[in-house]
């Protein structure tokens, strides 16, 4: 089945930058599905914070708007969210998915804390 598997992240301060990566595994159709990045604050629910089309087109809400940059490569089936001059409130669980609607169970997903 298809396993959805999130790394990086970490604790940083505020102003800082991080990344984090997704590998699908058993995903063969990767390429010709669009995907994102969603967010889970503490407390919240998962939230969309960035989607990229299956040719690269993105889309990103207002609130990190010139902050993440989302990419893929599918040759590898990978994922990857870019977080730059990062804040506090982009504290959260980082869980890859198809978006705009999440389709499989999620992954464990990639811890972000940003300290201010």
């Known amino acids: 089945q298809v396993q959805l598997v999130e790394s990086g992240g970490g604790s940083v301060e505020a102003g800082e930058s991080l990344r984090v990566s997704c590998v699908i595994d058993n995903f063969a159709s990767f390429s010709a599905r669009a995907m994102g990045w969603y967010r889970q604050a503490p407390g919240k629910q998962h939230e969309l914070v960035a989607s990229?089309?299956?040719?690269?087109?993105?889309n990103y809400p207002d609130f990190v708007k010139d902050r993440f940059t989302i990419s893929r490569e599918n040759a590898r089936n990978t994922l990857n969210l870019n977080i730059n001059s990062l804040k506090f409130e982009d504290t959260g669980l980082y869980y890859c998915?198809?978006?705009?609607?999440?389709?499989?169970?999620w992954g464990q997903g990639a811890q972000v804390t940003v300290s201010s």
């Open positions: 998915n198809n978006a705009p609607v999440a389709f499989y169970s």
């Open positions: 990229i089309s299956k040719d690269g087109s993105t």
